[in-house]
């Protein structure tokens, strides 16, 4: 019988043909996480719309009717709906992508496959609150009357760079963790606090208003708050994209490109330590 032994390889940029190869273990890997995320729940699906509608509406209350927060001339649930749409989906890649290979150890250990599929499947699963939000906004928006502005062709633009960005942070925690276990807990504080960092329920003038500009631009490297202005001036015609939400744009994609690098990096290793 011939026997195939696969030794571990310095490090190689990722190989779009291998994950090619590999694309029918991706889809199994997101479908199971939909089926866990759902399966055992006696509301089922259900969930994925309670969820965020839920979140949305205690955000309208609290910073919309409590907090009487400024929204731009639009209703604070339509406002807060567009950030919320942004935050959900990187908090839910960050907080699963983090844990992801802490959680496939026994998987890891036994075969092998890119590893990278294991965090980068779960912005899959992510897409399903995404999606969720988006049909609630546009169907918040059919009921108050309000139109998309024509800047919406630039939206799928900026869901590619929230992806990005959240896959990034997401895949950069995930090779952490291996190595540093504290992630697993100091993760969901992260998301916790910055969602209140964040402008999803504000808007981010606030920071621009009351803030020296150094502190201005380490706000700004968060890559939410650009994308978060981004959706609110792509789909509302909201004058929120200034110069500053190109500070954004570079962090996610600088982000996402060192996330990868830092992967491959301790990718061999991750058998062993794990």
Same mark, same amino acid.
């Given at each position: 019988?011939?026997?195939?032994?696969?030794?571990?390889?310095?490090?190689?940029?990722?190989? #779009?043909?291998?994950? $090619?190869? @590999?694309?029918?273990?991706?889809?199994?890997?997101?479908?199971?996480?939909?089926?866990?995320?759902?399966? %055992?729940?006696?509301?089922?699906?259900?969930?994925?719309?309670? %969820?965020?509608?839920?979140?949305?509406?205690?955000?309208?209350?609290?910073?919309?009717?409590?907090?009487?927060?400024?929204?731009?001339?639009?209703?604070? *649930?339509? @406002?807060?709906?567009?950030?919320?749409?942004?935050?959900?989906?990187?908090?839910?890649?960050?907080?699963? +992508? &983090?844990? +992801?290979?802490?959680?496939? %150890?026994?998987?890891?250990?036994?075969?092998?496959?890119?590893?990278?599929?294991?965090?980068? +499947?779960?912005?899959? #699963?992510?897409?399903?609150?995404?999606?969720?939000?988006?049909?609630?906004?546009?169907?918040?928006?059919?009921?108050?009357?309000?139109?998309?502005?024509?800047? *919406?062709?630039?939206?799928?633009?900026?869901?590619?760079?929230?992806?990005?960005?959240?896959?990034?942070?997401?895949?950069?925690?995930?090779?952490?963790?291996?190595?540093?276990?504290?992630? %697993?807990?100091?993760?969901?504080?992260?998301?916790?606090?910055?969602?209140?960092?964040?402008?999803?329920?504000?808007?981010?003038?606030?920071?621009?208003?009351?803030?020296? +500009?150094?502190?201005?631009?380490?706000?700004?490297?968060?890559?939410?708050?650009?994308?978060?202005?981004?959706?609110? $001036?792509?789909?509302? &015609?909201?004058?929120?994209?200034?110069?500053?939400?190109?500070?954004?744009?570079?962090?996610?994609?600088?982000?996402?490109?060192?996330?990868?690098?830092?992967?491959?990096?301790?990718?061999?290793?991750?058998?062993?330590?794990?």
């Amino acid at each position: 019988m011939q026997k195939t032994l696969i030794k571990p390889r310095k490090f190689t940029p990722i190989s #779009v043909r291998e994950l $090619w190869d @590999y694309r029918e273990l991706f889809w199994s890997l997101a479908f199971r996480d939909f089926k866990v995320r759902y399966a %055992q729940t006696t509301m089922g699906l259900s969930w994925a719309i309670l %969820q965020p509608l839920i979140s949305l509406l205690i955000l309208n209350v609290v910073f919309g009717r409590f907090a009487n927060v400024d929204s731009e001339g639009l209703p604070h *649930i339509l @406002y807060a709906s567009s950030g919320l749409a942004c935050w959900t989906y990187f908090s839910y890649v960050l907080t699963n +992508s &983090g844990n +992801s290979i802490i959680s496939s %150890q026994a998987m890891l250990k036994k075969i092998y496959f890119p590893r990278i599929i294991v965090p980068v +499947s779960k912005g899959v #699963v992510g897409l399903i609150d995404l999606g969720v939000l988006i049909a609630i906004l546009a169907a918040l928006m059919l009921y108050h009357g309000i139109a998309p502005s024509a800047n *919406i062709v630039f939206l799928p633009f900026l869901i590619l760079l929230n992806v990005l960005s959240a896959l990034g942070v997401g895949i950069w925690i995930s090779a952490l963790t291996v190595r540093y276990r504290d992630f %697993q807990y100091v993760v969901p504080f992260l998301v916790q606090l910055g969602m209140y960092l964040s402008p999803v329920a504000f808007p981010s003038h606030y920071a621009l208003d009351n803030l020296p +500009s150094w502190a201005v631009n380490l706000y700004y490297l968060n890559p939410a708050v650009g994308i978060i202005d981004g959706f609110r $001036w792509a789909i509302f &015609g909201l004058d929120t994209w200034s110069n500053y939400s190109i500070i954004s744009v570079i962090s996610a994609f600088f982000i996402f490109v060192f996330g990868l690098i830092y992967f491959q990096r301790v990718e061999n290793k991750i058998a062993d330590i794990v």
